[in-house]
């Protein structure tokens, strides 16, 4: 892509649009339209218009594929995280799913997430709850449509050897 400045400059200009909607998407996905799913693939969006303009080396150095490993498995942390202290944090109802003298909750049951500490700044129970479901989601989502383009924009074109020896008696 380096004879065509004009689409390299056009991707600089819009990459930093392309990132800002993804992250607008992603914290107001909870008031309406939109949420982690959405805001993972237009964020990852951003990374593969970058790969694609500028090559794969280029996109490597800005999102190594390391740190595209330890996303995924840090989005997964707090999708799954969340569930976890839902259920630890929460009280069954009616007694259900009582062991040791305890009641757990349900698995997700961002009611458990209500509290009175900081109020107005930390927002309570349910909106707190799908805030960080989605946040893991949407971490999850871009790295693994990362990784995807990277596993596909790596590949090197196989060399169709076996046809070759056919043709020749």
């Given amino acids: 892509m380096d004879s065509f ?3 390299r400059v056009v991707a600089k200009l819009i990459i930093p649009y392309i990132l800002l909607f993804g992250f607008y998407v992603q914290f107001h996905g909870d008031f309406g339209p939109g949420g ?22 280029a996109v490597k150095k800005v999102a190594p594929p390391k740190l595209i490993e330890k996303l ?3 989005g997964l942390l707090i999708y799954a995280g969340t569930g976890f202290l839902t259920m630890l944090c929460g009280k ?3 007694g259900d799913h ?12 961002y009611g458990a997430l209500d509290h009175h500490f900081l109020p107005g700044i930390l927002p309570h ?9 989605e946040f893991g989601v949407g971490i ?9 383009f990277y596993c596909f924009a790596g590949r090197h074109p196989e060399t169709n050897s076996a046809s070759s020896t056919e043709a020749t008696p």
Avoid: C, W
């Fill in 36 to 57: 982690g799913f959405q805001a993972g693939v237009i964020l990852a969006s951003a990374l593969i218009l970058y790969g694609l303009v500028f090559g794969l080396p």
């Fill in 92 to 94: 069954a109802k009616d």
């Fill in 125 to 133: 129970g349910q909106h707190l709850g799908i805030f960080m479901i």
């Fill in 140 to 148: 999850t989502v871009t790295a693994v449509m990362t990784m995807i």
């Fill in 72 to 74: 995924i498995a840090l």
């Fill in 5 to 7: 400045p004009i689409i």
């Fill in 98 to 109: 009582a062991e040791h003298g305890r009641a757990m909750a349900n698995f997700l049951d």
